[in-house]
Structure formats: structure tokens, C-alpha cells
């Protein structure tokens, strides 16, 4: 997922894929349900750095490249693996947010910008005709990547000469593989890698398996999204009520929309929404704030809801992105003015 609980996928030969909308935005209704749309971030094309013909289908035309000097390197992503949004905080600021894919196929990981657009997410790749990382070694098959506590990337290496299923063995790869011992040595090689920006210093060794609750609320704020993330866990499932007031601070006096999100939704897991939050966030600078606000606003009693429906009214004219969460939010709504939000945002942006 990225900061806002957008969630990123991808598939065999499209390396990132991006969904607009939170899960189950549009299954609220259970008489008019849509699936969710994703949407493909950049194109598929790789940059490998030795031939691919190591592959199931390498024998089929525009599998592998068949002339010039990147003669037999893979040409498209038909293995693409578990890919990662980076947020981490020891990368320079420009990949933060930037989708990572890894090829085992091609023994590489590529990366993709992000673009967000109203109601759709676009990309591109971020190094021209060349990856972030690639490998002459044959059985360097990365297959899965995470945000690190210290701000890198760690990258799982399958490290395995073979990666096809043997049911599904081509003639044709099993002759590659005997005709280089791919199909030996396959069980004891694997590996995790720290990919990490050399200038940089690594981020502190996390503890927080033993800290209190009252003391993981600064991390709610953390430059680096894994924190973010564990400490709102760890604060949710420790289920301490004496923490609200301090989290609620952040929400209203924060100056960072990531943490003021994520303290947001570490109310919500509390089941401690409440009035001087869902204004605070109603009325932030950002409307990535607001749109929490907007779907958070549901858990408040009906008196509450309709001491801030003329902030959701204006909201409601706002940009697309805004307005598109009070669409997807008036129909909960017990204020006056719910069925007019609705009209509002048709009334603009039908």
C-alpha cells in the first residue's frame, strides 16, 4: 500500500499496478457494486544486462530480443514479482513513493514513478532505458522487496537456476537448464540483499517490541513509513485508551500530512474518532488529510456529523480527488445535508 491505503499490485507481465480508491470504497451499497478499477503505472519493457534465454517461452517470437546488440535479452516482463512502494527515508526524497518491481526473469529490479491523476494513476520509468539495479548472474532471481526499519530496500533473492514450475516445463527450457546445470545446486543459495544509497546514513535499529504505547506515539510521525505503520499497529492491538489525547495532537497540530493521516486512522483502530480530530483534518491544508477526514467522519454520532456538514458542503466543490470522497461517503452520512453533497459533486463533476 502507499501512505493514503491504496493498494499496488501487479501481474506476470505488468510491473505496477495502482487502485485510486481504498479498498472497498465501492462495495457500500449491496444492491450496486462495482469492481474496483487498476490501473498500470509506466509501461513493460526491461533493460537487462546478459541474455535471457533461460526463459519458458524464450523460443517464441518478441520474447527475447532477436537482433543488435541486445540480441537474446529478455524484451518484456513476463515474471514480474512482488513489487513494493517505497517509503522509506534513506533514498533521496525523489523515489519516495516510487513503485519497485522485480524481474526474475531478467535478474533485475526496475523502478516506475507514480503519477497520480484525477481518479487514475498513470507512470514512467525512472532511468532511461536501464534499471536500478541489474545482474549478470543467471540465478539472481529477486522476488519480493520491502521497505527496511533503517530506510532501505530489502530485496528477497530466490536464487534459483530454474524458476518455472516443472509442470510447465518447456522442451525447450529444460534443454537450457541441463545445458547449463540450472536444475543443480537450487536449495540452500537464497539470499536478502539491502539495496541503500551510499551517501546516506542507515536509519536506528528499531526496539519496539517492548515500548508502551504512550511511547510509540512518536512514531506515528516517522519520517519512514515502516515505523508509521508498526507503531499504529502495535498502539491498535495494545488497545490503550490513555494514548487518544496525545495522537489526537498530532492530528490537530502536525505539520506533516503523512503523520497526520496515519494518526487519523490509529483513532479510528482505537475506536476514539472524534469531533476535534475529524475537524482538524476537515479544514488541513491537504486534501490527502481531508479525504481521511471525509471517510472518518462516519464514526461520529449523528450531532457530530452535523456540526461539521457545512465544512462537507464546501468540501463537496472542492477538487476532484476531495469531492470524489464525499461521493463515496454521503450516503452513511446522518446529517441534513447528505443527499445535496451527492448533488454537488454530480452537479460538477458528472
Known sequence: TDDYGRLFHNWNSAPAQGEFLRPNSLMKNPDLQFKMKAHSIGGNRVYPIRVNTGVNRGYMPDILIAEGPDKDELANFTAASGNAIYRGDQF???????????????????????????????GKELYNQSEILASTDERFRPVNLYTAPDGTLYIVDMYHGVIQHKEFITPYLREQAKSRGLDKFNTTMGRIYRLRWQNNKLGEQPNLANKSPAELVPYLAHDNGWWRDISRRLIVQANDQTVVE??????????????????????????????KVIHAGLYAKHPKVQISAIALSTALNSEDQQKVSQRLSELAQSEYQVALQIALTAGELQTDNAFELINVVLAKYE
Not at 526524497?93 to 494513476?121: C, H, K, M, W
Not at 502536525?254 to 476514539?272: C, R
Open 92 to 122: 533521496p526524497s525523489r523515489f519516495y513513493g516510487v513503485s519497485f518491481t522485480p524481474e526474475p526473469a531478467a535478474n533485475l529490479i526496475s523502478v516506475r514513478e507514480v503519477i497520480e491523476q484525477d481518479g487514475q494513476f498513470i
Open 246 to 275: 496525545k495522537i489526537t495532537e498530532i492530528v490537530v497540530a502536525s505539520d506533516d500530512h503523512k503523520a497526520k493521516i496515519n494518526a487519523l486512522w490509529a483513532l479510528e483502530g482505537l475506536n476514539a474518532i472524534n469531533l
